[in-house]
């Protein structure tokens, strides 16, 4: 095949490819590395026919690297809470739209909706699957593989691909309970939460941010053991309250920007200080999940750098 055509085919298979990857591992870098391995292996160890459909053999491929990458990171295990790294899905998002979603399309009949699992809510819950499950998920609820394709794609008998997707599904029941789609409405509370959040930091009113806060509620940070982070979840509002206020005061005179931007789907605080020590992160995205009566149940805090990649 000649150059030209690995260029036209490229182009026309990475958004599904990146799609994929991410969604497997969480990690827009990783990601980005997965399809261009992806691509050097077709270009290497191309397929025997090649004149069929690449797509199919491209999947399995980036499928299957994704799995192992996936393996590694859990070996080596890590420093701190492990966070998915944001990506932008609004207007002027540095990945073309189509990287986010499935190759051309928006949508897909599977169980749930691409922008859904996109979601941090979405990621996080994956993080409670084995590779395989999570492989076999994606495939089956998200992408819409039949049984056939999935266990194609995947290395695996139908009757594992089912027992799979079963013990899968199992493990994301408390997500499907809990779940909330990000909806306009949802992404307009999420931003009045936020602005209000970061306005009483900064005026030091905690009597407001504490009535924003869920009594339930958890912070994680995820400095990546490159810079200062809680390296364990915070939990309840004065411990949540105590590490939000005081990074403010410690920090609040360096920030140079405060930015709302859509994150996986919904808003979230872009933050960026000036020079401060090389233990402290130059810039955080701060994401947050609400719970029903519309206050904050979560907060996330991306701080290492190689989780920001997607983010401008």
């Known amino acids: 095949m000649a150059e030209t055509d690995y260029a036209e085919l490229f182009a026309a298979d990475r958004g599904l490819l990146w799609g994929m990857c991410y969604r497997m591992t969480g990690s827009a870098a990783d990601a980005e590395d997965l399809v261009q391995d992806t691509f050097v292996r077709a270009i290497e160890r191309p397929p025997a026919r090649t004149d069929e459909p690449w797509r199919p053999w491209l999947v399995r491929v980036a499928m299957n690297l994704a799995r192992d990458s996936l393996r590694r990171r859990r070996r080596r295990g890590y420093h701190g809470p492990w966070l998915p790294s944001p990506v932008e899905t609004g207007d002027g998002n540095p990945l073309p739209a189509v990287e986010i979603a499935c190759g051309d399309e928006q949508t897909t009949e599977g169980r749930y909706e691409l922008m859904e699992s996109v979601s941090y809510a979405f990621l996080v819950a994956l993080e409670a699957l084995t590779p395989q499950q999570r492989a076999v998920l994606l495939l089956r609820d998200v992408f819409d593989y039949s049984v056939a394709e999935t266990a194609d794609a995947l290395d695996l008998s139908a009757a594992n691909v089912k027992t799979s997707l079963h013990r899968a599904r199992a493990a994301m029941r ?5 779940r909330s789609l990000p909806t306009g409405a949802l992404a307009e509370r999420t931003r009045a939460a936020l ?18 806060l869920a009594d339930d509620v958890i912070a994680f940070s995820d400095g990546g053991d490159e810079f200062l982070a809680a390296k364990v979840p915070l939990i309840g509002p ?28 919904l808003p979230a605080m872009l933050v960026e200080f000036a020079p401060h020590g090389e233990r402290y992160a130059p810039r955080v995205v701060v994401r947050c999940d609400l719970d029903a009566e519309g206050r904050i149940a979560r907060t996330y805090s991306i701080l290492a750098t190689r989780k920001l990649t997607a983010v401008r």
């Open 238 to 265: 004065d411990r949540v309250l105590k590490f939000h206020g005081g990074l403010m005061n410690k920090l609040g005179h360096t920030i140079r920007k405060l930015e709302l931007r859509q994150v996986n789907g």
């Open 174 to 178: 408390v997500y499907d309970e809990q």
């Open 195 to 212: 602005e209000s959040l970061f306005a009483a930091l900064a005026a030091q009113d905690f009597a407001t941010c504490r009535a924003l």
